[in-house]
Each structure stands twice: as C-alpha cells, then as structure tokens.
C-alpha cells in the first residue's frame, strides 16, 4: 500500500514560475483530485467552517464506498482576514466532517470515522477544544439528526453502541459477515443463516436497532436520554418545547397490484411528539402510513403539519395538524384540490407544504389541472400563484412577509393580501450532496424551506440581498461563483477557473484554492453540438477532440451515454472515476457524451437506445474530428445497460465498456445485492431492486410476470445473441447492482463464443474506491481497446 501511495504521490508537481508545459490528465491526476465538502458560515457570519475532502491517494483505508471522501477529510476554519486553518489540532488526526454551528457561534457540531467508529464533538471555535461524545450518532440521512436547542443544549439521535449506519457498514460488513458464517458452519456448533418472510411470514424479517434521542447539556458534555424509537428524523418546534420524530416501526402491508416505488420503504412510517422538558412522549393516532419528509412546525411552534397517504386510493394524500398541547390530530379539508405528490431521485413520494400566517399552504392541483400553492383555510382555499407562470414545488424561503417560490428562472413572493411578485432571477443554489448526509438530509431538498426574512436574488446580472417584505434590495453586491452559504452579512462563494481549479471565497476573498496541479494539465473543453431528436425537438450533445498533434488519423469515438437526463460538460474537479472523459481524450480518442434524455421512452429504455445514440454521433460527424466508423460505445450503471442494448441493435459499434450496469431485467427485478442479503435489517432488500425496475430508471411499470414481453424486449442480456462487437464488462462484487448481472452477460456471450472479457472487482461496490484497482482498471481498458480497436 505504501508502494502504491508513492507512486500515486508522484503525480503532485511542484509549480516552478514561469513554467508553461501543458502535460495530459492521467489515473494519477484522478487519483489525486481534491475537493470540497459543505461550507456553512456562523450566525453571525463572522467565521467559515467547511470541510477539505482528501484525495482517493492519502486515504489510509477503502471501505467506505462514497463515504471514503470523510475518512481523509478535514474540518478547516476560515475568520476575518485569516488564512483557513484545520479546526481541530493535528493530534485529532484527519476523518472529520462539518455537523452545524451552535446558535451563538461559538461551538461546532462535528463528525469523526476512525476505525470503523463514527462519533460526534463538540469544538469550541476559537481553540478547536473538542468533547467527544460517548455512543454512536445516527446519520441526516432523512432530514435532521441532531438540532441545537439553545447555545448550551443539543438534541440528538445515538444509535445503538457500535451500530454504524448502514451506509458506513456495507463497504466491509457484507464480507465480514459471509466470512464469520462460513466459520460457524466450518465449527459446527452455531447456526449460520439469514431468514426472510412475506405475507403471514413477514414478522420474521429482522429489525434495525431503536434509536435514542438524547441531549447534549455544556459546557460539560452530559448526555441524557429522553427517549427511544425506531427514530430516523426530527424536527423541533420554534420554542423549544417539541420535538417531531419519525421513523420506521413494524412491516406494513401493501397491494400486489400496485408498482414498487424504488425508494418505499417496507415499513410504517411513523410519527412520535417529545415534550422535552416534561419527558412526555405521544404517539398521535394517524391511522395510515405517515408521509415522508414532511415536518413543518407552525410559526408560534404550536402546531405540526405532516402528511399521511390515504389508505384506498393510490397517489392520494392527507393533509394532517397536530396539536400537541391538546393532543388534538385534525385532517385539514382539501376542499376539491388534488396534491402533488413530488416523486425523490428514488422516486419515493412527497407532499410539499408549509405555513404562512399561521395557515397552511399547499402545492396541489385545482380543477383546472394547474399545479399553485394554496392557502388553506376551514371553509375553503385560495390560490397564491394565480397570474403567474406555474410555479415550482419547492419554497425557497418563508418568512412573515411572504413566501419565495421559482418559475421559469424568476424568483416570486407569494402573499395572502397580495398577487405574486417577480423580485428578480434565481441567484442561490442547491446544497451538495455531501451535506446532506450529516446536516440537513433529504428533507430539506422538498420541505423546510430556510425561515428569513430575506434572500439573495439577482437583478439585471447583479446579486443582491432583498427584502422579501418590500423587494428592497440592501447590502453589498455578492460576488461570481455559486453560492455555498450565506447570512444577512456575509457570503461564501465556490468558484472554478479555466483550469477546472476551485476555490472558496469569504466576502470576495480566496481563503482556500484545491488541485494547484490542474495548472499545468491540459484539459481539453467540449464543443456543443446541436441537433434535432426523431420528433423535431432541439437538444444539444458534447464532443471532446484530442489535441491535433496526438494522432496523424482521425481517432476514434467513445460514446458516453447515459439515458434519461440531459447531458452536461465534463467537470475534472469532480474526479468521475467509472468513465473519466478527460482520461480518455488524453488517450487520443474524441469523446461524444449524446443526449439520450428520451422523454418519450419511459416504460421502454431500450427502445430505439443504438438509433437515438446513433443520430448524435451523426451529428457529431459533420464537425469531423474523429473516424466514424470507429466508434466505441462505454457507459456505467444505467449507462451500462444503454451501452449494451445499442450493441444489440446495431453493428455499427467496434466495442462495447459496460461498467456495473444491470442487463437481465427479469432476474435484476428479484435478485439481492450482497450487503443487502447479508444485513437484511437495514430493510428487505425486494422494494429497492424491484422499484428500480418498476418505476425507477427501469420504469416497467409492474412486475415481470404483468407483462413478460415488456420485459423480454427491453433487456439486452436476452437479446445477446445480436450483439457483435466485442464487449468488456466490469463489475464489483459487492456492488448493489448485483454482479450476477454482469455475469449472466458474460454467460450469454461466452456460450456464443462472442469476444467478452469480464472483470470483477472483489470487494469493491458501484465505484471503484481502491485506488490499485482504479490504475489496473483503466490500464486494462486501454491495453484491451488498442487491441480490439486500433487507432486509439
């Protein structure tokens, strides 16, 4: 391991003055891509905690998947006109990440995985004194998993000692746990099995462990706890008093008639009222499944508003307010209006909602068949967003003076007493996925929009703060560059460089810059290309051309495709590992990532897959740059699966890279990945696969017996026998993608004594995280494609 982290460390060169040479990225580049986790400004504005997230060749373990990023991560501080420094001493080590800033700024919430132990501190953050906490934290997976009641007392949710959440377990548990059955089987003495159940079975499958909620009181660190529960989110009311939890309790029955949503869960939802100072718990009796990510307080902190799904009719939803005080649960009359459920990435349902002058307001339809945000009310309901153009499901703000909601790229006030108002073009961004994994969770990304009386808004390409109230705009004019996080006087901004380099500035100033080796690469920018899909419709694909001098000939074309989003430009500074485009230009070949959107192919992905990749590269071809008649199809996951069903239905490719992808989706509809059939406790692993295939990327729209032709036409491992060119799939042995999937393919391939190649990763998961099996990856790769397809 040493050995590998010298040779990967050789690829960090120092920058002499004045040097100009241009070199190629390489694996070691990739391997030593740098990056930022969340970035989250004090109160008060005066301090900038964010985290560094090491690159994948100074981390010490892999085994962590996605989460490998924390186990080298650093907290780093930024005040006033200071450099950024670590927050913590260089004692503490490294595998920190940002929790939330306490209400006075004085202390931060914080995070650590070290050996397999996730634990929380509290840091002072002036000195980076730290008090570690005793037990497991849980993880804000969900929505919230810890909230600051005051600057001396924090609540949180502990999981039980030494259970890890499941997303830090399944890199290493799933072999651990094979390994230690096969030794009780070896002595004989111990039973080595997992058991499963459905239908009047069901109580057999094994439960997650409960959860404790707990609170933190300092300056000392006690921990008491309040209560316990299958708890996974958590919201408390503006005063203090309450606390909203929900989670997950028994199995739950469903109809076998209706799709599997990718992200459904297969228990209950439900909800629990923590009176914190009293100790008292409640359970308030909602008699159907609570709905997801929901949990909005009302202003005064005295009322709860949530969802529930209504039992008979699918897609419905239930308005529901709480009352705890009274212990009163009322089910607020919709007066005719259909909500919109929002569908997550995995396409679970929300209802979205939320409260303006102590009244709910919701996103629903009317009859008119029009989505708005409508204030509820006993007798009736009003539209808030009449005369404008349909607005966005989600808030960007609430506040006393109105709501901010998004349409058509303009930001909007929403008033009871008043028609909506344009107050200028979207200025903020959405939260990086990494912060939603130990701050604020998914919930945040549908619900609990942020409580301010003003947000930023840009105004003739100016950004500014405004009032919400009265549109007044105030304050100094914020900087280029996305915003990371903001206060009434304060700004932190990520920008990137034409070097693909990226730093975070402070009120205007740099105070941290990543891969100063990006300067001296040579990284090649795409050129739009635009064209018209089968119906007439514009989209636009990206080429990337090798430097002139690489080859005398036209090189040949890798095809990236990946099916149903729009494409978009390349980013090194993001580090893709399974399909790098700029590793493959600097091989030599031109790269076309086409636009296989497809909107009208849902139900049917394969359909039509080589001709809609086939009329990008088409398109491509009249630009020239590259030999079209040796093309190379390479995708990863669902790009995978496109990659082969385009090389059944053509012959046009020379070679096919199909990396983790599913290609059988009969058996991909049933069968387990491997972390989720050894710990079937972190829920019965049928909902996710079978989702996916039904209504997720799949889209199937039921299982394989409702329509076995569907199913049959649209997976390329049952249509193997057209496929001519030669094929490599790869695959990870852990991969939730089970790799029985590349396996069938490399069977069906293998009996037809067709040109395949198969390699399996062992204990890595949907991307690659071992740095050794990165290199021999792409190492393999391009050994393999000089051979099936010269030129390259």
Same mark, same amino acid.
């Given at each position: 391991?040493?050995?590998?982290?010298?040779?990967?460390?050789?690829?960090?060169?120092?920058?002499?003055?004045?040097?100009?040479?241009?070199?190629?990225?390489?694996?070691?580049?990739?391997?030593?891509?740098?990056?930022?986790?969340?970035?989250?400004?004090?109160?008060?504005?005066?301090?900038?905690?964010?985290?560094?997230?090491?690159?994948?060749?100074?981390?010490?373990?892999?085994?962590?998947?996605?989460?490998?990023?924390?186990?080298?991560?650093?907290? @780093? +501080?930024? =005040?006033?006109?200071?450099?950024?420094?670590? *927050? !913590?001493?260089?004692?503490?080590?490294? $595998?920190?990440? #940002?929790?939330?800033?306490?209400?006075?700024?004085?202390?931060?919430?914080?995070?650590?995985?070290?050996?397999?132990?996730?634990?929380?501190?509290?840091?002072?953050?002036?000195?980076?004194?730290?008090?570690?906490?005793?037990?497991?934290?849980?993880?804000?997976?969900?929505?919230?998993?810890?909230?600051?009641?005051?600057?001396?007392?924090?609540? @949180? +949710?502990? =999981?039980?000692?030494?259970?890890?959440?499941? *997303? !830090?377990?399944?890199?290493?548990?799933? $072999?651990?746990? #094979?390994?230690?059955?096969?030794?009780?089987?070896?002595?004989?003495?111990?039973?080595?099995?997992?058991?499963?159940?459905?239908?009047?079975?069901?109580?057999?499958?094994?439960?997650?462990?409960?959860?404790?909620?707990?609170?933190?009181?300092?300056?000392?660190?006690?921990?008491?706890?309040?209560?316990?529960?299958?708890?996974?989110?958590?919201? @408390?009311?503006?005063?203090?008093?309450?606390?909203?939890?929900?989670?997950?309790?028994?199995?739950?029955?469903?109809?076998?008639?209706?799709?599997?949503?990718?992200?459904?869960?297969?228990?209950?939802?439900?909800?629990?009222?923590?009176?914190?100072?009293?100790?008292?718990?409640?359970?308030?009796?909602?008699?159907?499944?609570?709905?997801?990510?929901?949990?909005?307080?009302?202003?005064?902190?005295?009322?709860?508003?949530?969802?529930?799904?209504?039992?008979?009719?699918?897609?419905?939803?239930?308005?529901?307010?709480?009352?705890?005080?009274?212990?009163?649960?009322?089910?607020?009359?919709?007066?005719?209006?259909?909500?919109?459920?929002?569908?997550?990435?995995?396409?679970?349902?929300?209802?979205?909602?939320?409260?303006?002058?102590?009244?709910?307001?919701?996103?629903?339809?009317?009859?008119?068949?029009?989505?708005?945000?409508?204030?509820?009310?006993?007798?009736?309901?009003?539209?808030?967003?009449?005369?404008?153009?349909?607005?966005?499901?989600?808030?960007?703000?609430?506040?006393?003076?109105?709501?901010?909601?998004?349409?058509?790229?303009?930001?909007?006030?929403?008033?009871?007493?008043?028609?909506?108002?344009?107050?200028?073009?979207?200025?903020?961004?959405?939260?990086?996925?990494?912060?939603?994994?130990?701050?604020?969770?998914?919930?945040?990304?549908?619900?609990?929009?942020?409580?301010?009386?003003?947000?930023?808004?840009?105004?003739?390409?100016?950004?500014?703060?405004?009032?919400?109230?009265?549109?007044?705009?105030?304050?100094?004019?914020?900087?280029?560059?996305?915003?990371?996080?903001?206060?009434?006087?304060?700004?932190?901004?990520?920008?990137?460089?034409?070097?693909?380099?990226?730093?975070?500035?402070?009120?205007?100033?740099?105070?941290?810059?990543?891969?100063?080796?990006?300067?001296?690469?040579?990284?090649?920018?795409?050129?739009?290309?635009?064209?018209?899909?089968?119906?007439?419709?514009?989209?636009?694909?990206?080429?990337?051309?090798?430097?002139?001098?690489?080859?005398?000939?036209?090189?040949?074309?890798?095809?990236?495709?990946?099916?149903?989003?729009?494409?978009?430009?390349?980013?090194?500074?993001?580090?893709?590992?399974?399909?790098?485009?700029?590793?493959?230009?600097?091989?030599?070949?031109?790269?076309?990532?086409?636009?296989?959107?497809?909107?009208?192919?849902?139900?049917?992905?394969?359909?039509?897959?080589?001709?809609?990749?086939?009329?990008?590269?088409?398109?491509?071809?009249?630009?020239?740059?590259?030999?079209?008649?040796?093309?190379?199809?390479?995708?990863?996951?669902?790009?995978?699966?496109?990659?082969?069903?385009?090389?059944?239905?053509?012959?046009?490719?020379?070679?096919?890279?199909?990396?983790?992808?599913?290609?059988?989706?009969?058996?991909?509809?049933?069968?387990?990945?491997?972390?989720?059939?050894?710990?079937?406790?972190?829920?019965?692993?049928?909902?996710?696969?079978?989702?996916?295939?039904?209504?997720?990327?799949?889209?199937?729209?039921?299982?394989?017996?409702?329509?076995?032709?569907?199913?049959?036409?649209?997976?390329?491992?049952?249509?193997?026998?057209?496929?001519?060119?030669?094929?490599?799939?790869?695959?990870?042995?852990?991969?939730?993608?089970?790799?029985?999937?590349?396996?069938?393919?490399?069977?069906?391939?293998?009996?037809?004594?067709?040109?395949?190649?198969?390699?399996?990763?062992?204990?890595?998961?949907?991307?690659?995280?071992?740095?050794?099996?990165?290199?021999?990856?792409?190492?393999?790769?391009?050994?393999?494609?000089?051979?099936?397809?010269?030129?390259?």
């Amino acid at each position: 391991m040493r050995t590998i982290a010298l040779v990967l460390a050789s690829a960090v060169l120092t920058i002499w003055p004045g040097c100009a040479v241009a070199d190629p990225f390489t694996v070691n580049d990739l391997l030593n891509v740098e990056s930022f986790g969340q970035a989250v400004l004090s109160p008060d504005g005066g301090a900038l905690a964010f985290d560094h997230l090491a690159p994948a060749a100074e981390r010490e373990v892999h085994q962590f998947d996605y989460l490998d990023r924390m186990v080298g991560a650093r907290v @780093m +501080l930024a =005040r006033g006109s200071d450099e950024a420094r670590p *927050l !913590l001493e260089e004692s503490e080590g490294r $595998g920190h990440v #940002l929790g939330e800033w306490s209400p006075d700024g004085e202390r931060l919430l914080i995070y650590r995985l070290k050996d397999r132990r996730l634990s929380a501190g509290l840091a002072k953050a002036e000195t980076g004194e730290v008090v570690w906490l005793p037990g497991t934290p849980e993880m804000a997976l969900w929505g919230r998993a810890a909230q600051w009641r005051g600057p001396d007392e924090l609540i @949180m +949710l502990m =999981r039980a000692d030494e259970d890890l959440p499941a *997303l !830090l377990r399944m890199g290493w548990q799933a $072999g651990e746990g #094979l390994q230690s059955a096969w030794e009780r089987t070896q002595h004989g003495l111990e039973p080595s099995r997992t058991i499963l159940g459905g239908g009047a079975f069901t109580d057999l499958n094994p439960q997650s462990k409960p959860r404790r909620v707990v609170k933190v009181s300092l300056p000392t660190g006690e921990v008491s706890t309040l209560a316990e529960g299958p708890f996974d989110d958590m919201e @408390m009311s503006p005063d203090g008093r309450y606390l909203a939890l929900a989670g997950f309790s028994q199995t739950k029955t469903f109809d076998p008639a209706k799709p599997f949503l990718q992200g459904e869960i297969d228990r209950r939802r439900t909800l629990t009222i923590l009176d914190i100072d009293k100790g008292e718990v409640w359970e308030p009796p909602i008699a159907a499944d609570l709905g997801a990510h929901l949990l909005s307080w009302s202003p005064c902190g005295r009322r709860l508003l949530t969802w529930r799904r209504e039992a008979q009719q699918a897609g419905e939803a239930r308005l529901v307010r709480i009352t705890p005080s009274e212990r009163q649960v009322e089910n607020l009359p919709l007066h005719g209006l259909k909500p919109v459920l929002v569908k997550t990435g995995l396409r679970m349902d929300v209802a979205v909602a939320d409260w303006l002058d102590g009244a709910p307001v919701f996103y629903a339809r009317s009859a008119s068949g029009r989505a708005d945000w409508h204030l509820l009310g006993p007798d009736g309901f009003r539209s808030l967003s009449d005369g404008m153009p349909e607005p966005s499901a989600r808030l960007l703000a609430v506040s006393p003076g109105g709501l901010l909601v998004e349409a058509q790229g303009g930001v909007w006030r929403l008033k009871a007493d008043r028609p909506p108002l344009r107050l200028g073009d979207v200025a903020a961004t959405a939260l990086p996925a990494f912060e939603r994994l130990f701050w604020r969770g998914e919930r945040f990304q549908y619900n609990s929009a942020p409580r301010t009386a003003w947000w930023p808004i840009a105004r003739e390409g100016v950004r500014r703060r405004v009032q919400i109230s009265d549109g007044r705009g105030f304050g100094a004019v914020l900087p280029e560059g996305a915003l990371a996080s903001f206060t009434e006087n304060a700004a932190a901004m990520r920008q990137t460089d034409s070097r693909h380099r990226e730093a975070l500035l402070l009120d205007g100033r740099q105070v941290a810059r990543l891969n100063p080796r990006f300067e001296t690469i040579d990284f090649i920018e795409p050129s739009p290309v635009d064209y018209e899909d089968k119906k007439g419709r514009s989209i636009r694909a990206w080429l990337y051309r090798p430097a002139s001098n690489v080859k005398a000939e036209p090189p040949p074309l890798i095809v990236v495709p990946y099916p149903g989003s729009e494409p978009s430009p390349d980013r090194p500074a993001e580090g893709h590992t399974p399909a790098n485009v700029q590793l493959m230009v600097a091989q030599g070949y031109a790269v076309l990532i086409p636009n296989v959107a497809r909107p009208d192919h849902r139900g049917e992905p394969a359909k039509d897959m080589a001709e809609d990749i086939l009329l990008a590269v088409e398109a491509a071809a009249a630009s020239g740059g590259f030999d079209r008649d040796k093309l190379i199809v390479w995708g990863h996951s669902f790009g995978a699966y496109a990659a082969m069903a385009a090389a059944a239905q053509s012959d046009r490719f020379a070679a096919v890279i199909a990396a983790n992808g599913p290609y059988d989706l009969i058996s991909a509809w049933g069968q387990f990945g491997l972390a989720a059939g050894v710990a079937p406790e972190d829920g019965a692993p049928v909902r996710a696969r079978a989702g996916w295939v039904e209504t997720g990327q799949g889209g199937m729209g039921g299982p394989p017996w409702s329509d076995p032709e569907r199913y049959i036409r649209n997976s390329p491992f049952l249509a193997a026998d057209r496929v001519s060119a030669p094929v490599m799939l790869i695959t990870g042995d852990r991969d939730y993608v089970p790799h029985a999937q590349a396996e069938e393919m490399f069977s069906a391939l293998y009996r037809q004594q067709k040109d395949v190649v198969l390699l399996t990763y062992r204990g890595e998961g949907h991307v690659l995280s071992s740095p050794a099996n990165i290199v021999d990856m792409y190492d393999t790769i391009w050994s393999w494609l000089r051979q099936v397809v010269p030129g390259g």
